[in-house]
């Protein structure tokens, strides 16, 4: 079983910038893939970045040029480093890993982007 967990949410104001931070830890051994989705009030659950095992990397075209998501490996983490932040990227965040067909998801976090 895999176990992740988020960090970093919080309220900012519009421009500003944010960290989230997803630390996996269980069975973790192995090839996975990390990335971070995240579900407005009202919408479907969509991707927003994604990294693989070598570490190459694709986004949501809404995010592109604003974000960027990274691991370190010997962690197990995953970071998503947002700026520019848009009232349009409200929403709970949530951290995913992709170990052959098995999908594991953390439990959310809440970014608020509002002045």
């Known amino acids: 079983q895999v176990h992740l967990v988020e960090s970093g949410g919080g309220l900012v104001q519009p421009g500003r910038s944010l960290r989230l931070s997803c630390t996996a830890s269980?069975?973790?051994?192995?090839?996975?893939?990390m990335g971070w989705y995240r579900q407005a009030p009202g919408k479907q659950r969509e991707m927003v970045a994604r990294i693989s095992s070598i570490d190459s990397t694709n986004y949501a075209d809404s995010v592109k040029g604003r974000f960027t998501i990274s691991r370190d490996t010997p962690k197990d983490t995953v970071y998503l480093e947002m700026t520019s932040l848009k009232p349009e990227d409200t929403a709970v965040y949530y951290c995913?890993?992709?170990?052959?067909?098995?999908?594991?998801w953390g439990q959310g976090t809440q970014v608020t982007v509002s002045s």
């Open positions: 269980g069975s973790i051994d192995g090839i996975y893939a």
């Open positions: 995913n890993l992709v170990r052959g067909a098995t999908a594991y």
